[in-house]
Structures are given as structure tokens and as C-alpha cells.
Nanobody
Framework: QVQLVESGGGLVQAGGSLRLSCAVSGTIFTINTMTWYRQAPGKQRELVATITSGGNTDYAASVKGRFTISRDNAKNTVYLQMNSLKPEDTAVYYC??????????WGQGTQVTVSS
């Protein structure tokens, strides 16, 4: 049974930083593309950042230069370092894993709130 458990969310002032973590179990971590999504109230879920099994990364234009996605294969964990946070970054952040065969799972989400 695949499980993804996010942590690290919270309340931070604009300009501050947070690091989200997503611990993965029940799958061979290294074969998965890992992605962070977010969903703000009244908006659709959007892709924030993704990292492939080979370490290639991609970011939404709105977070490029401020957020960094990374993975620690020894710890089966993916991270999202968020710097220079803005009120518009406020959302529930979700971790997603997906294999090349289309298997995917989601975490339960962690709330990030940025005050102005």
C-alpha cells in the first residue's frame, strides 16, 4: 500500500520561508516522478514543481526562482523549499507520485498560509 505523508506546512509572513516534506512508503521510490501541487480556495489544483527519477526538475512560472524541489532517495522523501513567500502562495499543498506506467497516489495535503 503506497502512502505519501506531507509535513512542514504552517503560517508564515510574506517574505518568509517554509520547507515541505513528503515521505513515501510502499513503492520503489526511485522509479517515481514526484510532484508538488497546490490548491487555493475556489481555484483548481495546479502543478507547482516536479522532479523526475533522474533528477530533472520543472516549475510553474509563478514559483520559478523562489521554490526548489529536491529528493533524497535514501530517505524516500521529496522536499519543497519555498522562499520569498507571497500571500498568493497560500494553498493546500499536495504531494503526488507517478510511475511511467501511470500508477499514481496523492498525499493528504498540508496547509500553507502566507500573511501579508
Amino acid at each position: 500500500q503506497v502512502q505519501l505523508v506531507e509535513s512542514g506546512g504552517g503560517l508564515v509572513q510574506a517574505g518568509g520561508s517554509l520547507r515541505l516534506s513528503c515521505a513515501v512508503s510502499g513503492t520503489i521510490f526511485t522509479i517515481n516522478t514526484m510532484t508538488w501541487y497546490r490548491q487555493a480556495p475556489g481555484k483548481q489544483r495546479e502543478l507547482v514543481a516536479t522532479i523526475t527519477s533522474g533528477g530533472n526538475t520543472d516549475y510553474a512560472a509563478s514559483v520559478k526562482g523562489r521554490f526548489t524541489i529536491s529528493r533524497d532517495n535514501a530517505k524516500n522523501t521529496v522536499y519543497l523549499q519555498m522562499n520569498s513567500l507571497k500571500p498568493e502562495d497560500t494553498a493546500v499543498y499536495y504531494c503526488n507520485r507517478r510511475t511511467r506506467y501511470g500508477n499514481e497516489n496523492w498525499g493528504q495535503g498540508t496547509q500553507v498560509t502566507v500573511s501579508s
